[in-house]
Every structure is written in C-alpha cells, then in structure tokens.
C-alpha cells in the first residue's frame, strides 16, 4: 500500500528541547515536502527536498531544519522549539514536480510549552 | 508575493444542490491548480487538478480556470452531507518548485 508515514503523531514539549519528527515514503517519490497547518492560516510549506541531498526553503522556515540523506525519509527537525511552533504538521511526497500525485501523511499534532 | 484567497465560509447547502467554491490567485503565468478535500482532523486529499483555461469534470466535481480573471472554482453537484469538509485551493506559482495553499473555505452539507 502506497503511504507516507509519520512519528510521533501527537507531541508535547517544552520550549528548548530539540524534537525530530520523521517522515517515511514507500513510494519511491523524489520529492517530499513538510507543512504546518495553523487556524487562520491555512497550509504552508516548510521546507521541500527535489531528491537526495537537495532541500530549499520553504514560506515558513525560521526555527527548522530538514535533511534528505535518503530517498525514502525526510525528517523534520526543532533544534530549539518553540510555543509558536505549536503547530498541526503534515509531511507529503509526490513523484515528479507536477504536483498532481502528491500524497500527504498523517499529520503530527505538536505542542511546545 | 504569492497568495491564494478563499472566502472561508462557512458555505451552507442543502444535500442535493450544487456547491460552489472559488478561488483568486496573485501569481500570473501560474500553470497549476488543485483543489483539496480535508476532513476535520485528517490530511489533505487530492479531490481535482486543472491546468488548462476552461472546465474540468471528474463525477460529481467540476473545476473550472480563469487564467485571465486569476480564479479557479470547484462546483459539487448532487453535494451530500459526505461532502462536508474544508475545500482547499492550491496553486503552483511559474518556475516555483513549492505549492502555495488558500486558507480553505467549510463545505457544510445538511441532509
């Protein structure tokens, strides 16, 4: 079954505490995206990666970092979270750049305190 | 500044009759166009793709463009109280590798 995983689905943190949120593809998709999903402000994307080693910024990227060192994972990494990360976020990947294909995972609902 | 506008609703119908949900967009030349379907708590779920001028039907969802009026809509005929979710407009801006989403607009279907 094509999917695109995530962990953890839920998590609470305090302010500080470097968090990892991983993100897996069966799909052997080049490109994968990370978004944040907020109450009025609908969808934005993080941070996107075109293939292995190759990831660009986003509309929203201050206070994330990404990496790509395999096809099939893109985590999602707070090296010092934040309250205003708070946040519902999705990882989603798509074969191509057409957009047309493009898969989203579960979501991770976090909560920095 | 890319930017994509949705009236957020919510839009009120009753099940049988046709939904219609607009979208403008900033970014002229834009080529691509989606619409999404979300749940309340669940991801986003690709429902229709349109990249040429004119309409585009796939069962009961029409999408149509307007690349000279910058708008894209999606028209739900037969809505069903199953079709109660928050609409989602994306588009692609040109020679942009990134997807700018609206802020969504609630689909409210009463049986």
């Known amino acids: 079954e094509a999917q695109v995983t995530q962990n953890p689905r839920y998590l609470i943190t305090v302010t500080g505490k470097k968090l990892t949120v991983t993100c897996s593809q069966n799909m052997n998709h080049e490109y994968m995206s990370w978004y944040r999903q907020d109450p009025g402000l609908g969808l934005r994307q993080i941070y996107y990666?075109?293939?292995?080693?190759?990831?660009d910024k986003g509309d929203v990227p201050e206070g994330y970092k990404v990496s790509r060192k395999e096809k099939r994972n893109f985590p999602l990494i707070l090296e010092s979270p934040s309250p205003n990360q708070t946040s519902l976020y999705f990882c989603a990947s798509l074969e191509g750049l057409g957009f047309s294909t493009q898969y989203f995972g579960p979501g991770t609902r976090l909560t920095v305190l | 500044q890319k930017e994509v506008e949705q009236n957020s609703g919510p839009l009120s119908v009753p099940e049988g009759a046709i939904a219609s949900l607009n979208c403008t967009y900033s970014?002229?030349?834009?080529?691509?166009f989606f619409w999404y379907r979300q749940y309340s708590g669940k991801s986003p779920e690709l429902i229709m793709s349109i990249y040429s001028n004119g309409d585009k039907e796939d069962g009961r969802f029409t999408a149509q463009l307007n690349k000279a009026s910058q708008y894209v809509s999606l028209l739900i005929r037969d809505s069903q109280p199953s079709d109660s979710a928050t609409y989602l407009c994306?588009?692609?801006?040109?020679?942009?590798?990134?997807?700018?989403f609206g802020k969504g607009t609630m689909l409210l279907v009463s049986p």
């Open positions: 990666s075109m293939n292995v080693e190759v990831t």
């Open positions: 994306a588009v692609n801006p040109p020679l942009d590798s990134t997807l700018t």
């Open positions: 970014d002229r030349g834009s080529q691509s």
